[in-house]
């Protein structure tokens, strides 16, 4: 059985919407990034906090994974953004 079956499809659609409502939030409080240096350092940000909620839980209990699940999904928004506000000014 491949792991992209119908079940794991749906999953990874509803997590994609979990991301663009991220980032639509984002977008509306925040300003865009005003270089490349300041959207990796928002997504270094957000990998640390993910970093934070990932050290030490071991056994990984439930309001952890929920936790890290919200920081992997911010991180996500932030990738995007980042491809967003970014990409265009970087030189090539």
Not at 22 to 44: D, M, T
Request: net charge negative; charged share 35%.
């Amino acid at each position: 059985m491949s792991y992209v079956d119908e079940a794991n499809r749906e999953k990874a659609t509803e997590i994609s919407r979990e991301v663009v409502e991220e980032l639509v939030y984002a977008c509306r409080k925040f300003p865009k990034f005003n270089s490349a240096h300041e959207g990796y350092a928002v997504i270094l940000e957000e990998l640390d906090e993910l970093w934070y909620e990932i050290k030490g839980h071991n056994p990984i209990r439930h309001e952890q994974k929920e936790a890290m699940r919200e920081e992997v999904i911010q991180v996500a928004a932030m990738a995007i953004r980042f491809v967003m506000d970014v990409s265009n000014r970087i030189e090539r």
